[in-house]
């Protein structure tokens, strides 16, 4: 049976009873019994759950639903009533959850099978999948290489068609980079777009719940089904979701026409790899052929957005993990002598390095001596950063930029640098500080390796990022490809 279908098509099939879910499912199941010991995509399967639950659609049940008997795998940072929810860490690893995520909730509600938890850095912490406590995701691309991170595991199983979607969050990019890097489509919305409501936090101002999979059409299917308005979220906006797959069925061949394409001139600067900036420029070309305006435009405060991030996220970091402390939940330390001992030890045993390098860098700058100096200081450079993103949407509708300096790089190779890690995300970071939708777009290969397309677009307007994907995905065929031996 060939997966390689359309989100749309497989629904539209499995509503005929063309195919069946159980079918369906088993066949995922199959593919990921195949290939997920050679790609570690997943820290939890959850195979008869999910058979028995594509059985029940089999016989009604969820019948209507946009989604109804679709397979997808969650990010393990999204707790899960029943199955267990680590977060990529030791220290959850003995945490089953005892509700379901706002998104894991919605997608259920729309009818999907969850197939698993897919693996990611620790606590949403990395670039390249590699600090979490199960292992290191493969890029199916090239297996000596990372897929990025920190959704290295659902952008993986994506790409190598072991699931047709999975749910994904980008704090400063963990969606738009491994799907850059692992040649599939993924999408941030705006934050306050979906529901943090149950997914666990890393830095709360900047977390946002996403997804994954092969095309801008399919995206288009699993976010309508995870956008909305949840009361349980205080940050969550209570705000109309257009419907995505109408709009983008309902567009002509000349969507991009006049639309306005800003490069911003600050990310083709010094750092680029030439070869990646060819197949974004190839890409940008392609826009223009359609008929898009491109015009040259600056974000003159990009070059501080590695340095505010990396207080910001860290501040909010040490905060949000302040809770695990070996009592109430979570990893505790055999025999503790006393409270102290407890405390001290669970987190240092339960946290991994990079875990506690954030925890200590948030603490450090939050604290009274400091907080002026790096806290307060980075909140007024974020504004700064949102600011250039105000004034460059008052003269164009969307920003097209690369994701990455350059294609996924090999396992190991930045583990002990952090600073190379971080600098990883330079053309992530300053979206995601501002709040703003982006999107990761597959572009071409450089020796074999995917490398995406950056779009971004104001606040709330979804749509017309996931329109222009979409009409370039109706020229090009770069989403459509899969990796050797994942066929
Ligand atoms: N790579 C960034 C970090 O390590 C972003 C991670 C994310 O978006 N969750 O913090």
New binding site residues.
């Given amino acids: 049976m060939s997966d390689i279908r359309s989100i749309r098509e497989l629904v539209a099939d499995l509503a005929a009873r063309k195919i069946g879910a159980l079918e369906l499912t088993d066949h995922f199941l199959a593919r990921i019994d195949a290939h997920d010991t050679a790609l570690n995509t997943l820290i939890s399967r959850s195979a008869e759950p999910a058979r028995a639950r594509a059985g029940a659609i089999d016989n009604g049940e969820a019948a209507g639903a946009s989604l109804a008997g679709l397979p997808i795998a969650h990010k393990d940072i999204f707790c899960t009533q029943g199955v267990r929810t680590s977060c990529g860490s030791r220290m959850l690893d003995n945490f089953v959850a005892p509700y379901d995520a706002g998104v894991v909730e919605r997608l259920a509600g729309a009818g999907t099978v969850m197939l698993g938890k897919t693996n990611m850095d620790e606590f949403?912490?990395?670039?390249s999948n590699e600090t979490s406590f199960y292992g290191p995701v493969r890029n199916p691309w090239n297996t000596e290489y990372v897929p990025g991170?920190?959704s290295g595991g659902s952008a993986a199983a994506v790409a190598a068609g072991l699931v047709p979607a999975a749910t994904g969050?980008?704090?400063?990019?963990?969606i738009r980079q491994p799907a850059a890097l692992c040649g599939v489509t993924g999408i941030k919305p705006t934050y306050g777009r979906v529901s943090r409501y149950g997914m666990i936090a890393?830095a709360s101002s900047l977390d946002q719940g996403g997804c994954f999979a092969r095309s801008a059409e399919d995206c288009a299917a699993v976010l309508q089904a995870m956008a909305g308005f949840d009361a349980r979220d205080s940050t969550s906006v209570e705000r109309a979701v257009p419907d995505y797959s109408d709009a983008l069925a309902g567009q002509g061949d000349d969507f991009l026409k006049g639309m306005k394409i800003g490069l911003p001139r600050e990310y083709f600067a010094e750092g680029l790899d030439a070869a990646s900036r060819q197949v974004i420029d190839t890409a940008i070309a392609e826009f223009e052929a359609r008929g898009a305006e491109i015009v040259e435009i600056t974000l003159p405060h990009t070059d501080l957005a590695v340095s505010t991030y990396y207080v910001l996220?860290p501040a909010e970091a040490s905060s949000n993990l302040a809770r695990y402390d070996g009592v109430r939940y979570g990893y505790r330390c055999d025999d503790p002598v006393d409270l102290e001992d407890l405390y001290t030890r669970s987190r240092g045993e339960g946290f991994g390095r990079e875990v506690q390098r954030r925890i200590m860098i948030g603490a450090y700058v939050l604290s009274a001596g400091y907080y002026d100096a790096y806290y307060l200081k980075a909140q007024k450079t974020r504004r700064l950063i949102a600011g250039d993103f105000i004034q460059a949407f008052e003269g164009v509708d969307l920003i097209a930029a690369p994701v990455t300096q350059a294609p996924a790089f090999k396992l190991g190779e930045k583990l002990d640098d952090p600073v190379s890690m971080y600098l990883n995300?330079v053309y992530t970071l300053p979206a995601s500080l501002a709040g703003l939708p982006g999107m990761s777009v597959p572009a071409g290969f450089v020796d074999g390796l995917p490398v995406g397309l950056q779009l971004l677009a104001p606040w709330f307007e979804e749509a017309r990022l996931l329109g222009a994907a979409h009409a370039y995905q109706q020229s090009t065929d770069w989403h459509t490809k899969r990796p050797a031996g994942f066929e």
Avoid: E
């Fill in positions: 949403a912490m990395g670039s991170g920190s969050t980008d704090t400063g990019g963990s890393f996220a995300d």
